[in-house]
């Protein structure tokens, strides 16, 4: 299967040698850089340099994890692209998770004003995600996405087999994003995913849905690729977990960018019940659902101050007032929704106190 986005094609298979000769084949490419991190250096790049040996590849690796998605890290891919004399006709191939097609992207996006990158995710968060949709960055200051740019890769290679490498944590991760994707779109996609059978996924099955979740973020980027309103929509449960995830990458207890969300989706889901009247059952069934399978980040009442401070840079908020994406009463997404620091502070005491 094949989905069309902007300036880009993510494409679905089952054997990614043979997608990536079918689309090199095809290019005038004079030299290939393939991004990976520590994990997919030793678990993905093997399978991959099936297809590109000839091209005599050469491979830039960076330390696993997202602390890694920094300034320092993407120098160290412009100095790998400019020492190997990569030009215009240079390709870069992103192979790994969300970090690494971020940064990837990123680099590539800016390095001599943009070369042409593919991306290969190897996780469900980077599939479901991270490697489409044309957003790239790193973190700054300690801010998720502080510094980035717009620019689609010109393909997304997504193979399930990938995901036979990932532990259950990282697996969970992703699909809170698919959780999200349910929330924001209509009652079939609720269905679905409510009825997924999490502890033993069917590869056949899991690829559809992860169509089907791509389809609702892909739709929604084609129709407002820059966020200016309607991709506002998937950023719901991200206000107030991407603070959770950047407190905690301060601390020994990192948060994955999937448990910080979850987080964000239960708080977020509180505040649509108490602000936009979304249904109570609903609120209920969905956050224990998504409590059945994250665990509870551990949160103190002075930590709430910290949290609402980060939460102060999030992208979507004007003139210094915090702007959330909430669920309305018949299950409609509202944007711009702007939120008091009582709002705020009700939601993550009704958080901490989940039992």
Known sequence: MQISSLNSEILFTQN???????????KNISKIFILTDTNTHNFCLPLLLESLEEFNPHIITIASGDKSKNIQSL??????????????????????????TDIGGFAASTFKRGIECWNIPTSLLAMIDASAGGKTGINYNDLKNEIGT??????????SIFLKTLDKRNWLSGFAEMIKH???????????????DIESPNTENLLNAIQKSVSVKNNIVLQDPKEQNLRKTLNFGHTIGHAFESYFAKTDKTL???????????????????????????MGQWITFIRKLYPKVILKREQFKEIIHLMSHDKKNEEGRIKCVLLGKNGEVIINRELSKTDIETSLLFYIDLI
């Open 16 to 26: 990614i040698v043979e997608a990536v000769n079918n689309k090199l084949s095809k």
């Open 75 to 100: 120098t160290h891919i412009w100095n790998i692209l400019s020492n190997e004399n990569a030009d215009r006709q240079s390709l870069l191939i992103n192979l790994g998770g969300g970090m690494v």
């Open 256 to 282: 994955l960018h999937g448990e910080a969300i979850a987080a964000g989706m239960i708080c977020e889901l509180f505040l649509s019940f108490k602000i936009c009247e979304f249904p109570e059952s609903r």
């Open 150 to 159: 717009f620019s689609f890769p010109a393909y997304v290679f997504i193979d």
């Open 182 to 196: 349910a929330l924001i779109s209509d009652e079939d996609q609720w269905i679905s995913i409510l009825s997924n």
